[in-house]
């Protein structure tokens, strides 16, 4: 059983499909430099023709008409709409764009889910200091501002920042994503501050000046894991379990949802970590200030996406080293009786999402949900029979209706990464996620549905003529 109501979507990125890196006065973004230079992305591959969806929307649509979707999550380009990042140069051929993107998913009766950030900063605000800059928050307000302003009288969902919590860490600790800094211990915690403090600051802009006409909801897009302790009877393991969720969903959920400022296992775990390293300054991570925005309430949704689930030990910091690593002191273990998915790191495990769920809800105080990403990898040969997705997703779906069902979570919506294989990232096109099979060796860059596109569809069908599964 779902409500009737029930949002069936598929998601995507600017930047994973759209191509057209320099069209049409597009400025380029923190990824368009970083998959240039060597060694960054498998293959050496980049995002200057992706899925080429900018030239290509048409079939696009074609691709979410043949799945019934009722929404679909789209992000739009920083750079493609202002190429400097800041508003007095706007990039009309951009607007125009997603004007059309916009009009004509309403016209099929389809209803946009816009993500104003999903990964890809104008390269000229990195040059000016990027999330590592205070000044990144109003910048990211003004930009805000722009998009409600232009496309806020038909789109009704907003999501201000995907994932922060990837974001910082792949970007600026790890260095595997862009900007491809490893300043260990440090700098994430900074960007994931000034992300928080820009996401604050475009939803009150929303709520003061755009929500009483334009009647939409904005939100940030939470990413989790379900952590369980390796050793349930073993305390170690139970408290590393706890970190673990403050490190990754708390970091950001909790000073939105439940006090306005971050979990004090994170920072406890932080300050201690310094003071046993000698670490001489300030708290490495940082306190929202009397001039910040209000952070507490700024999401009138929870959006989670959700790939996999870890079993935690505790132990696994380096003592000696400052880093995001030591502060966190555990280790992620897979389960071997998990089966992996395309990608190393995806352990197969529906059931964690309505463990995580469950968690959410009484974590969060119930608060309505929309699993935002949810997907299945491919690698090596192409398999368009590819009924391990299915039962991937039929699992899924399954457990979601539980959570609803059986659990009482709020789900109000469904989301499945991606629509069509694109530009996942340091992967390149080597990972697949789609519901439609493209190629990017052929030059048409044609799209063909998965037989998981076509079971997707059937469901999405007999929920939205019944309202309940057949």
């Given at each position: ?6 949002a ?35 293959g ?8 080429n ?10 691709c ?39 009009n ?81 211990g ?5 960007v ?97 200030s ?64 309505r ?19 949810n ?27 539980k ?32 519901l ?5 060796s ?29």
């Amino acid at each position: 059983m779902f409500p009737p109501d029930f949002a069936w979507g598929a998601a995507t990125s600017a930047f994973q499909i759209e191509g057209g890196w320099q069209a049409d006065g597009k400025g380029p973004s923190i990824w368009d430099t970083f998959c240039h230079e060597k060694g960054n992305v498998f293959g050496d591959q980049t995002g200057d023709v992706a899925c080429n969806s900018y030239e290509l929307w048409e079939k696009d649509l074609e691709c979410i008409q043949q799945l019934g979707l009722t929404h679909y999550r789209l992000s739009v380009s920083w750079a493609r709409l202002l190429p400097d990042g800041m508003t007095q140069h706007v990039n009309q051929r951009g607007v125009q764009y997603y004007n059309r993107v916009i009009n004509d998913l309403l016209a099929c009766n389809v209803s946009p889910m816009v993500t104003l950030y999903h990964f890809d900063l104008p390269q000229a605000l990195h040059d000016l200091g990027g999330w590592k800059s205070p000044e990144i928050a109003t910048l990211f307000d003004n930009y805000a501002k722009f998009c409600f302003q232009t496309f806020g009288d038909r789109v009704k969902f907003w999501i201000t920042i995907n994932e922060p919590h990837i974001c910082a860490k792949l970007g600026y600790e790890d260095g595997i994503h862009a900007p491809g800094l490893k300043e260990k211990g440090t700098t994430a915690y900074l960007v994931g501050h000034n992300m928080l403090r820009a996401h604050a600051k475009a939803w009150h802009s929303y709520n003061s000046e755009y929500r009483a006409k334009q009647k939409g909801a904005v939100s940030l897009a939470f990413n989790s894991d379900w952590f369980e302790p390796l050793d349930p009877s073993c305390s170690a393991d139970i408290t590393a379990t706890e970190r673990e969720f403050a490190f990754t969903l708390g970091w950001f959920a909790w000073p939105v949802f439940v006090t306005g400022d971050y979990p004090e296992t994170m920072r406890f775990a932080i300050n201690s970590q310094s003071q046993k390293l000698g670490f001489d300054g300030t708290s490495r991570l940082p306190t929202f200030s009397d001039d910040d925005p209000f952070i507490l309430g700024t999401a009138d949704f929870f959006a989670l996406n959700y790939y996999t689930a870890r079993k935690v030990k505790a132990g696994g910091g380096v003592d000696q080293t400052l880093s995001m690593k030591s502060d966190l002191d555990a280790k992620e273990v897979l389960d071997p009786s998990w089966p992996i998915c395309g990608a190393p790191w995806l352990a197969v495990v529906p059931h964690g999402l309505r463990k995580l769920l469950r968690y959410i809800k009484d974590t969060f105080h119930n608060p309505m949900v929309y699993i935002t990403e949810n997907g299945f990898s491919q690698m090596g040969p192409v398999q368009i029979e590819d009924w391990e997705r299915w039962e991937f997703y039929s699992s899924t779906i399954s457990e979601v209706a539980k959570a609803i069902q059986e659990d009482g979570v709020n789900v109000r919506g469904y989301f499945a990464w991606s629509l069509m294989d694109n530009f996942e990232w340091a992967d390149g096109f080597s990972v697949r996620f789609g519901l439609f099979h493209v190629d990017p060796s052929d030059a048409e860059l044609s799209r063909t549905m998965y037989r998981s596109g076509r079971e997707y569809a059937r469901i999405i069908s007999k929920y939205k003529t019944s309202g309940q599964a057949k």
